[in-house]
């Protein structure tokens, strides 16, 4: 079966610019959640989605950042006016309720 | 002080060595994950556990609740093994918190 998977793998765009990221997680995994990892650091927490409810905003940097879970399935991130300091890999990760987590492959974000 | 920390940070073995990485967290949590992400940047979930001790090949993942310590061993290091090693409690949110990582190279 298919595991989870993350569009675009690669974006580069202008300082100031939005971009939207997408996740696809595993068919039937309930929850979701969004993390990031900037240039030599470790994961950062994002977002975590239950259903189509986020319980858990905290992670999120910036009101410049949002996401949302269409369907119970497929999860965009979206960043507006996307700054120099947004350039990390994005990843996604979905589970079956509190189980073991699957993560996508990312998305590599370059703002120049 | 984070709230997971992984012990060492950098780690280097010759081929066949027993390794050990150390993590100890400070919250409260409902089950922990190791982690495996390789140069590429892919993550592969290990192990996740929440009492005892899981084996799956030359891995083995042990966890202490009441110390709040967990272990990850690799038996008979190889070459392949070489990646960051990353321990992250999923706490009663269900939110991940994560360590900073072990770099390990196994050398042939």
């Known amino acids: 079966g298919a595991g989870v998977s993350q569009s675009p793998s690669n974006k580069v765009t202008e300082k100031g610019k939005d971009v939207e990221l997408r996740c696809d997680p595993i068919?039937?995994?309930?929850?979701l959640y969004w993390y990031r990892q900037s240039l030599g650091q470790g994961l950062e927490f994002l977002i975590y989605?239950?259903?189509?409810?986020?319980?858990?905003k905290s992670g999120l940097p910036s009101d410049r950042f949002s996401a949302e879970r269409t369907g119970g399935s497929v999860s965009t991130l979206t960043i507006q006016r996307t700054q120099q300091e947004d350039s990390a890999v994005y990843l996604c990760?979905?589970?079956?309720?509190?189980?073991?987590?699957?993560f996508g492959p990312g998305t590599r974000l370059t703002v120049t | 002080k984070n709230e997971v920390e992984q012990s060492p940070q950098n780690l280097t073995a010759q081929e066949g060595e027993f390794i050990t990485i150390n993590c100890s967290y400070s919250?409260?949590?409902?089950?922990l994950h190791w982690l495996q992400q390789h140069p590429g940047g892919g993550i592969v979930s290990l192990f996740m556990?929440?009492?005892g001790k899981k084996k799956h090949g030359r891995l083995i993942a042990t966890i202490n609740i009441q110390e709040k310590h967990s272990s990850l061993h690799i038996t008979a290091s190889h070459p392949r093994d070489s990646a960051v090693y990353i321990c992250?409690?999923?706490?009663?949110?269900?939110?991940?918190?994560f360590g900073t990582g072990t770099r390990l190279q196994v050398f042939p």
């Open positions: 990760a979905s589970s079956f309720d509190s189980y073991e987590q699957y």
């Open positions: 992250a409690a999923l706490d009663i949110y269900d939110k991940l918190i």
């Open positions: 068919s039937g995994h309930t929850a």
């Open positions: 989605f239950q259903g189509n409810s986020a319980p858990d």
């Open positions: 919250v409260g949590i409902s089950a």
């Open positions: 556990l929440s009492s």
